[in-house]
């Protein structure tokens, strides 16, 4: 049987705004203390998020999967970049019928840092690192339609999908 989101208001969380270690750990306390409360019971996270740091969106991805909640998560709004990976971690995943979806490329902001060959070379290979990491996560949430490949080249082309896309693609359970 298809979960449906759920309508118990103390089991819904939002992640609203970018991912930062702020928002990232405040979210997993929240998930933690509704598994706390009853870990079968169903938790619903409502995802409006354009992106911000890949690592804090791996380490919660990485870190949902091992507590293993019974979370479902509903994009809604813009998701994209990092925004993605946050809604993908539900164990079903929704999508209203106005939110799109954004694919590009990781990409690192520098701020008038000074930087040796060395740390360039190095935060080439973080970025290339989460790239890879970001389209392992993404193809292996589309149930086989899509390929690491596949996602490398959307991310490329800085892809566009609707909810119909998203379905179509696994990427999506049901459009609510």
């Known amino acids: 049987m298809e979960k449906e989101h759920t309508k118990n208001m103390s089991r819904i969380i939002t992640w609203i705004g970018d991912v930062t270690f702020e928002r990232t750990d405040k979210t997993l306390e929240k998930i933690r ?15 409006m998020c354009l992106g911000g740091a890949a690592c804090y969106a791996h380490g919660f991805y990485d870190t949902i999967r091992l507590l293993k909640p019974n979370l479902v998560t509903i994009a809604a709004g813009n998701i994209s970049s990092a925004g993605v990976l946050i809604w993908l971690v539900g164990t079903q995943r929704y999508i209203t019928r106005h939110t799109t979806c954004l694919f590009h490329q990781v990409a690192k ?46 991310c490329r082309h800085q892809r566009v999908f609707g909810p119909r896309d998203l379905l179509k693609h696994g990427l999506a359970h049901k459009i609510i």
Do not use: H, W
């Open 109 to 154: 902001r520098y701020e008038d840092e000074a930087m040796t060959e060395t740390d360039i070379g190095t935060e080439k290979a973080l970025l290339k690192s989460e790239r890879r990491n970001y389209n392992d996560i993404v193809a292996s949430e589309s149930c086989g339609s899509l390929g690491k490949k596949q996602v490398f080249e959307m």
């Open 33 to 47: 203390e509704l598994m706390g409360k009853d870990p079968k019971k169903q938790i619903d996270m409502y995802v």
